[in-house]
C-alpha cells in the first residue's frame, strides 16, 4: 500500500493534554531489585522504580475471607508473590483472609497490597452535610452542573468508559458534584483533620486484620474518580507520615473510570510510585499513551479488569456483546477460553508488570498460570491491518501495538484531534476504509497525470455509518435545526 497520511492537527478537548516530553520536573528514585518467592518457571516484571520483581499474573483478593483463601497457596507455591485486597472486600474479610494466608506461607513471600477505601467516605461525607444544607434550588443547579461537566469531560463516552461494577457510574456522578461543592464552598480546614485520623484509622484496622506491620503498596485513593481529587494534597502528606512510622512503603492509586486523564495527572504530580488502572483490550487505544508515560516516568502498573469486559460475574449482569468476543477472537488466535485470552492479551503489554487475575479455585489457578510465557501473534482483519498502519502513523495514544479493526472508526469519530486523509495513486480508500477519509475533518485527492488516482464504493458504503455513540457524525455536528 502506498502510504495513506492523516495529518494531526491542534488539540481541543475537555480531556487533559498530553504535551511532548511530559512528565517534567519528576526526579526517579531508581531501587534495587528485590526479589520475594522466586520460583524456576514463573515470570517476574520490574514493578517500576519500586524495584519489586513481581510475578507477572498476580492474586486479586477480592472474594477471600477466612474461611476461603486455603486454595490461594497453590498460587505461592507456583511463585505468584502480589497479593492486592482492600478493606472494601468484604468489609475487612478479604484483608483476614489475606492474613491467614500469610500465617501459611510467610509474610517474606508476598508483596501485600491494599487500599485507604476510608478516604473517599470521610470525603463524602463532609461534602454531603454541606450540600444537603443547601436550598433544593441551589441543590438542582449542582447536579446539573455536574451532569454538564461529566458530559464536557466525555468520561462516559462509550469506547472509552466501561462498567465494571453496578455502582461506578453512581459513584463518578457523586465525586463530580462534590468536586463541585469543595470548588464553590471551599475545602474546610477542620476537615483535613478529620480524614487524617480516618486515613490512619483505616490503615491501622487493616494492618491489624492483615496481621503485619505493614504494607508494600498503600493506594489512595481507591478507584479515582477525577483527576482534581488526586490534587488533594492531603493524601500525599498522610502517605509521608505511614512511610515514616514504617507503615507504608508505596504510595499506589487504582482507576475504574477516566483511565487516560487519570492516570496523566498522577505522572504529573510525581509521588505516585505504582497505579492499578483498569486496561482491557477494549480500552487499550485510549489509554496506551497514558500506560506510556506512566512506564517514562518509572511509575510501575498492575492491571485489573483485563477479563471483566467478557466474563459475567453474576446473574444481574447485562449480557457480553457479541462484538467484544468477535474482536478478542480476532486479535488472539487458538482455541483457549474467552477469559484466558483476555488475560493474554494484557501479558504481552511491555507497560504492565502483573496482571490481575481471577483465582477462585485450584483447577482456576492452574489454568491462569499456564498463560504465562505465553507469546501471541496478534491477527487483525485484513481491513484492520491497514487501518491500523495509518493509526500507528499518527502515534499518539494510538500507539503502535493497536489491534484496528471496525472499532477503530468509531473511536476516531469520537477522537478530539484534527484529521485530515490524503487521497494519493495507490492508496486504499476503499470501502469500508473509504469511511476513514469522510470522518476526517478535510479530505484531500492529488491530482496526478501519469497515476490514476480513485476511491471504490463498496455495499459498507450504503446508509448511515453510525459512531459508538449510535448517531451519525453529521447528527453529531447538526445538534440543532439544520439551517441548510
Known sequence: MKGIALAVGAVSTGKLKAEAGYPTGIQRNIREMEWRNRQEGMEYRRLGDTGMMVSAMVIGAGGLSPTNYQFIKTAVDRGVNYVDTAWYYGNGESEKGVGELLKQVGRDKLFISTKLSAYYSELYQLCQDIYKGLPSAKQNELIAKTGELIRKRGVLEPGYHFNYFGSQEKQLSDAYLNYLVRKEYGYRNEWKVKIKEAMHRTLDESLDRLGTDHVDILHCPHGVRLPEELEDETIYEVFQEMKQMGKARFLGVSLHSDVQNNLLRAVKLGHYDVAMPAINIFNYPTVNMALREAAASGMGIISMKGARPVVLRSSSDDPVPQWRIEKLNRAVPGDHKIMHKAYLFNLQNPYIAGVISDFRDEEM????????????????????????????????????????????????????KSLFAIIEPGSCFVGTLFELALSADRSYMLLDEDDENTVQLSPANAGPFPMATGKTRLQARFLADPQV
Do not use: C, Y
Open 365 to 416: 489457578i492452574r489454568e491462569n498460570l499456564d498463560l504465562v510465557g505465553q507469546k501471541i501473534e496478534a491477527t487483525p482483519s485484513d481491513s484492520g491491518r491497514i487501518a491500523d498502519q495509518i493509526i500507528s502513523a499518527v502515534g499518539g495514544f494510538w500507539g503502535s501495538n493497536l489491534f484496528a479493526d471496525e472499532d477503530t472508526l468509531r473511536l476516531l469519530d469520537n477522537m478530539a
